[in-house]
Nanobody, 123 residues
Framework: QVQLVESGGGLVQAGGSLRLSCAAS???????MGWFRQAPGKEREFVAA????????YYADSVKGRFTVSRDSAKNTVYLQMNSLKPEDTAVYYC?????????????????WGQGTQVTVSS
């Protein structure tokens, strides 16, 4: 059974940085790994994703140039480095495993999800 556990969330002032981690109990080899977020009263939205090889990344327009997604195969861990944080980045951030056969950023295409970690950005 695949388990994903996020960590690294917290409270940070606008302009600051946080690094989120997603530790997988099962192998993530071949699977696209994504980060999503959900703010209160809002739908869950795509943030970033990285392919199994780690050399192809995808970002929502709202985070391009500020966030960086990566993965460490040896540790079976995915990361989301968040810089220049804004109050509108405040949300619960989720790590998720997507398909192996194709690349996607759709929420519904990701089948395994972590419990989420809260990120709060104050002004």
């Amino acid at each position: 059974q695949v388990q994903l556990v996020e960590s690294g969330g917290g409270l940070v002032q606008a302009g600051g940085s946080l690094r989120l981690s997603c530790a997988a109990s099962g192998s993530t080899f071949r699977y696209i790994m994504g980060w999503f977020r959900q703010a209160p009263g809002k739908e869950r939205e795509f943030v970033a994703a990285v392919t199994w090889s780690g050399d192809s990344t995808y970002y929502a327009d709202s985070v391009k140039g500020r966030f960086t997604v990566s993965r460490d195969s040896a540790k079976n861990t995915v990361y989301l480095q968040m810089n220049s944080l804004k109050p509108e980045d405040t949300a619960v951030y989720y790590c998720a495993r997507g398909p192996a056969a194709y690349t996607t950023t759709r929420v519904d295409d990701f089948g395994y999800w972590g419990q989420g970690t809260q990120v709060t950005v104050s002004s």
